[in-house]
C-alpha cells in the first residue's frame, strides 16, 4: 500500500506532477530566496479598491516607451491601506489613484490559491511627488523644443475683455467666487460669461477639460478669453494639470487663457503655458476687472487732456480775439483819424470851392449889373440918343405913327412934344 502511494505517475516515461505539488514547490522556492521586504518602483494600472473590505490589489507595471514591460499584482490589506492612504494624503493632498508612479515596500509572496502577489506594506509618496515633478520637467522641456511653451502668451486680450467663455464647475466654490466678484464690482462693470462646465481633477479632467476646450474654440470669436478657475487642491490632485496634453491644448488655444486653479506652493505645467495664470479665481476676476479699470482710466486721462486741451485753446483764441479787437480799435481809430481829416479837408475844399463860385457869380452879376446899368435908357439918352414915344410906349417902327398923332421925345434932359405931320 505505502508503495503504491509513493509511486508517481508518468506520461511518456516522465513524471506527472499534481498542481498542487507544483504550487508548493514555487512557494518554497519564492520563500527561500524572496524572505525579505524589496522597494519596488512601478505604476499603478488599475487600484482595485474594494470599500465594503477596505483591501485593494493593484494592478502594478513597468512600461517602456508606453508599452508595458512587466505586470504583477499587489495586495494592500484593509488596515494598512488605511495608513498608506492617510500619510499619502497628508503629504500629496490626495489619495492614492491610478495613473501614478509609486515607490512600495513590499513582500513577494505565493499561495495555491491566489498566485504570486506583492503584499505592499508601505508606499512613499515623496517619491510619488518626485516622479511627478520629474514628469513635469519632461513635459516643460518638451514643449519648448516644440516652441509651444510661450504660444498663449503671445495672444492679445482686448482693451475690454468682456466675454468670457468659463471651464470650471457650477457648484464649485472656486466658480462662485469668481462670479460673485466679477458681478459686484465696484465700478459696475459688466461681463458676458457663459460657462462650459467640466471636470477639474484626476483623470477625468484629462479628457474633460481638453473636450470644453474644443468647444470654445468652435465659438472663439463669440468670446475674448477663457478662464479656467477652481478651487485648492494637494500637489497629486493637480497633476493633472502637468499632462502634455492639456498643456498643449491650452498653449495653442486661439483665445488667451487665463488659469486660476487655486495653488499657492506650486506652479503647473498649464499655469506656466498659459497666457495668465493666477494663484485663486478671485484673482482671476480681479484681473480682468482691473482691465476694464485700465482702460477707464485711459478715457478719464483722455477727458482730462481733452478738457485741458480745449480750455488751453480757448485761452489762445481769447487771448489772439483780444489782440485782434485792441488791433482792430487802433486801427479803426486811425481810421476814422484819417476820415475825418479827409472830411474836414473835404468840407474845407468844398467850402474854398462855393467861395470861389460864390465870387465868381458875385464878378459875373457885378458885370451883369454894370452892362445893365450901362443899357438902362437913361445912360443911352446921357450919351445923345432919345426915345420918341406914343401913348407912354417907345415907338419903333414910322408905320406906328400918322398924321396929326402928338408924339413926345425925351431925352437925357427933358422932352419934346411934336405933332405928326
Sequence with gaps: MTNKLTQRETFQDRPVY???????????????????????KAEILKLNYYPHSGHCYPELVEKENGKIKAQLRGVIWSTQFRNINERFVTITGESLKEDISILCLATIEFSAQHGLNLHIQDIEPIYTLGEMARNKREVIEKLKKEQLFLQN?????????????????????????FMITLQQNSWHYRFQTTLFPSILQGDKALISM?????????????????VIVRGGGGDA??????????????????????????????????????????????????FLIQQFHNFALQVEECKDKLVKKIQELLQEQDFYFSKISQQLQLTVGKYNHQKEKE????????????????LKQQNAL???????????????????YSITMKNGKPVRNVDEVTEGEIITTKLWCGEIESVVS
Design 210 to 226: 481638453p473636450h470644453q476646450l474644443a468647444e470654445i474654440a468652435k465659438r472663439h470669436q463669440e468670446f475674448d478669453c477663457v
Design 153 to 177: 502668451k503671445q495672444k492679445k486680450l482686448p482693451v475690454v475683455p468682456k466675454k468670457i467663455a468659463i471651464i470650471s464647475v457650477e457648484t464649485s466654490k472656486g466658480y462662485s467666487d
Design 18 to 40: 499534481t498542481l498542487s505539488e507544483i504550487t508548493k514547490s514555487i512557494e518554497s522556492v519564492i520563500g527561500k530566496n524572496y524572505n525579505r521586504a524589496y522597494y519596488i
Design 343 to 358: 472830411i474836414q479837408m473835404l468840407v474845407q475844399r468844398m467850402q474854398n470851392t462855393a467861395n470861389q463860385y460864390i
Design 366 to 384: 457885378h458885370q451883369s449889373q454894370t452892362k445893365i446899368e450901362l443899357l438902362h435908357p437913361k445912360n443911352i439918352l446921357k450919351r445923345g
Design 237 to 286: 490632485g493637480m497633476s493633472c494639470y502637468d499632462d502634455y496634453k492639456l498643456a498643449v491644448a491650452v498653449a495653442t488655444f486661439p483665445l488667451p487663457v487665463i488659469t486660476g486653479i487655486g495653488h499657492s506652493t506650486n506652479e503647473t505645467v498649464t499655469d506656466m503655458v498659459a497666457f495668465a495664470n493666477k494663484i485663486t479665481p478671485t484673482e482671476v476676476a480681479y
